[in-house]
């Protein structure tokens, strides 16, 4: 079979699964530490909205331990983005416009990771700028991938691009009710913050539907 019809190798399937997890666990561990030390409001943040992604780990101690999981996920995201479009037959038809959307998100996650914790009106604007790029980038990369894959006639792409597709969807119809909601009808801060939970739960479950679509047994 040639490289260009073959399956993925495993280690895309681990680096698709590692994106999946890993954003998730660093998250989940600076707000345990910094809600175990008091720093950051108790809730669950999916249903109450009572702290966003920021500030759940934007302070110590949980801050030093996102970092140092975060930025290694970034150089991860990049070499994901960068690398699939070389290994997948389908990509290659499309391998611009997927790859630039991947890096761009990937680099705009280091520029949010970078201030995030620092102080000022600029880091602030920096912080901001960095998440919407980084969720607009990836995610604008995973519908790109979710179009390319229309043209390959596997039962396993073509689970994969509806599950994509579902998954963009609505993570876009998420991002617009978020901003009617604080623009449009003024909601409390704590709507928004449900929002951005949700939305990142979303775009790590594209990652999982790309680990499943790349992952084959040993032996397969």
Do not use: K
């Amino acid at each position: 079979m040639s490289t260009a019809t073959s399956p993925l190798p495993l280690r895309w399937w681990h680096l698709a699964a590692t994106l999946a997890v890993l954003p998730v666990l660093a998250i989940l561990l600076a707000y345990s530490l910094n809600a175990q030390a008091g720093t950051t409001p108790v809730c669950n943040p999916f249903l109450s909205g009572c702290v966003s992604i920021s500030r759940a780990v934007r302070v110590e101690p949980g801050l030093p331990w996102f970092r140092l999981l975060m930025i290694p996920c970034t150089a991860l995201l990049a070499l994901f983005w960068a690398g699939l479009p070389a290994r997948s037959a389908a990509l290659r038809r499309h391998p611009t416009a997927t790859l630039l959307a991947g890096v761009t998100g990937a680099f705009f996650l280091l520029l949010y990771i970078s201030f995030l914790g620092t102080a000022g009106e600029m880091s602030q604007w920096l912080r901001r700028t960095g998440i919407i790029f980084f969720f607009a980038g990836t995610g604008l990369a995973q519908l790109l991938l979710a179009r390319a894959l229309q043209d390959d006639p596997s039962a396993r792409a073509r689970q994969c691009r509806r599950q994509l597709l579902t998954l963009c969807t609505a993570m876009v119809l998420l991002g617009l009710a978020n901003s009617f909601t604080q623009y449009g009808l003024g909601a409390p801060d704590e709507w928004e913050n449900i929002g951005e939970w949700w939305l990142g739960l979303l775009l790590c479950a594209g990652f999982v539907t790309m680990a499943r679509w790349q992952y084959r047994p040993s032996g397969a």
